[in-house]
């Protein structure tokens, strides 16, 4: 960024402070007298200045001003006019201030703070929505608010939502499980990559103690599962400001821990995972995501795109829906209140089955603050003997679908229906392309399904920051050691090694596998240590 020749310096925030905007004693300190004489020989911003400067054109890039009494300049003669865009340096950018940064708020005093609202020019997800937030801490036993916002002023302000947890909330928000800890009862965090030789992980980790992790703080939404900050610019390095407050801010509170659980990859992420390394986090895989870009004119185009074999398989799956004995019907926001109850319960039992730890009063929760905040949600409902034995939940987010609960009854339906490729997939496949979406997200879990037909994975990164500095090392040896053990569970590419400088120092600093791999802790290529 450029700066004007006698531009004022701000002194630079230490990380540990709530970062403040500081000003400059002047714009130019007055000389020592030994100094003065070099300094009538210094150049200025445009080139060699002499006593007796030539005459220019009024066209060339400085324009000599008509000389000026001493005093009406610090650093030489004065400007008529303050230098703008276009003046004697070169393109000018306005220096950005430091932003002022509130942490550890509820979500009434952050959404007063934001000025009524979560900033949208980020796009953020339905999941740091105001609706969503407040359901989840009414649902989510333990979880306190401790929100984050940062103020840079002209409207330039920033959020980033986080709970709480004094000790043993649900797995899904439990900070050991990034290190491959396990609870006893056997509970699985969600479309976790589940393996057979993390017992070792869990004695490990449970030999640091629980006060080595709780009190906790989770940034991002537990119950939406994404780890993100909304702006109302597009500036990444409003979430460095947030991430210089919350560190310090959470340690002064007491906390433990802070976790970051699920990255999805952007430029935002991307400078919280690095802002969070620089105070001592570590960065590893977590999993991936499915995602679709809808580049095609038409729901037929996009099957026609599909090779063969794929679209053959699609086909099949219909068939099976379509012989199923079921009518699938679409219902859309307040059509969907009467139905809350089943959809709940029908997701909650999928939960069960796989033993996500979600339960039947977040889900619920959520669900209602959907209809009741008008989201754009909507819900595939499979029918058998008038009985609804399936659902399907999506909401759309200006021109995103997130494919986000689904839910059966597989008593009435067999495990081979087809049903559930039919209302998670297809259906909503076919409504986005004629609504003109673009994209759809569609979560992990069921890859191959959603890899058939097109969707590519999008990676899920985690980062962990003890306060205990001592335990660092260890936490990041588990949590390293972890993120490859999901890695291989879920068959995921290596990243491609990065071919240029500025690729290969990103890759180096995010902890990319393709450019530093990581290496198994035993000789035999053990997965946690």
Not at 385 to 404: I, M, P, Q, Y
């Amino acid at each position: 960024m450029s700066t004007t020749c006698c531009s004022t310096t701000a002194e630079e925030p230490s990380p540990a402070l709530p970062v403040v905007e500081t000003a400059s004693t002047g714009c130019c300190s007055t000389p020592e007298p030994a100094e003065k004489a070099a300094e009538e020989q210094e150049s200025s911003c445009c080139g060699s200045e002499t006593a007796e400067p030539e005459p220019v054109e009024a066209s060339d890039c400085c324009d000599t001003p008509e000389p000026e009494p001493a005093a009406a300049g610090c650093c030489g003669p004065a400007q008529p006019e303050p230098v703008t865009a276009s003046g004697c340096c070169g393109p000018q950018e306005e220096q950005a201030d430091p932003a002022q940064v509130r942490a550890g708020l509820s979500l009434d005093d952050a959404i007063a703070a934001l000025g009524g609202g979560i900033p949208q020019a980020t796009d953020p997800t339905p999941y740091a929505q105001v609706d969503w937030l407040a359901a989840t801490e009414e649902s989510l036993r333990g979880a306190k608010a401790w929100h984050t916002v940062a103020d840079r002023g002209e409207g330039d302000i920033a959020f980033l939502p986080g709970y709480v947890f004094d000790a043993d909330p649900i797995v899904d928000a439990d900070p050991r499980t990034l290190l491959g800890w396990q609870p006893k009862d056997g509970t699985a965090a969600c479309c976790s990559a589940t393996t057979s030789c993390c017992e070792s992980a869990t004695d490990a980790v449970e030999a640091l103690g629980t006060d080595a992790f709780f009190p906790s703080l989770l940034l991002g939404s537990p119950l939406g599962y994404r780890s993100e900050a909304a702006a109302s610019v597009e500036d990444p390095l409003l979430v460095a400001d947030l991430v210089d407050r919350i560190v310090p801010a959470a340690i002064e509170a007491g906390i433990r821990s802070i976790t970051a659980p699920w990255l999805h990859d952007s430029a935002y992420s991307d400078v919280l995972a690095l802002a969070l390394q620089a105070y001592g986090g570590d960065i590893a895989f977590h999993g991936e995501n499915n995602l679709l870009d809808l580049q095609h004119d038409s729901y037929d185009a996009y099957l026609a795109s599909l090779p063969s074999r794929k679209r053959r398989r699609v086909k099949e799956d219909r068939e099976r829906a379509d012989d199923s004995g079921t009518r699938i019907e679409r219902k859309d926001r307040e059509e969907l209140r009467p139905l809350i109850g089943r959809i709940t319960e029908l997701v909650t039992q999928n939960r069960q089955k796989y033993e996500g730890g979600e339960d039947e009063a977040h889900i619920g929760a959520l669900l209602t603050a959907l209809v009741d905040g008008g989201a754009d949600i909507r819900a595939y409902l499979v029918h058998k003997d008038e009985n609804v034995v399936a659902a399907s939940v999506t909401v759309r987010r200006g021109k995103r679908l997130f494919v986000k609960w689904a839910g059966f009854d597989y008593e009435a339906l067999g495990e081979r229906s087809g049903v559930y490729f039919e209302i998670a997939l297809d259906r909503p496949l076919r409504d986005a392309f004629a609504e003109g979406i673009t994209a759809i997200e569609a979560g992990p879990g069921a890859d191959e399904a959603k890899r058939l037909r097109g969707f590519r994975p999008g990676r899920i990164r985690s980062v962990v920051l003890v306060t205990d500095a001592a335990l660092r090392p260890k936490v990041a040896e588990l949590h390293a050691a972890y993120g490859q053990a999901r890695r291989e569970t879920l068959g995921a590419a290596e990243e491609a090694a990065p071919t240029t400088a500025i690729g290969r120092l990103r890759a180096k600093l995010l902890g990319s596998t393709a450019y530093e791999p990581i290496k198994p802790l035993q000789p035999e290529g053990g997965c946690c240590g």
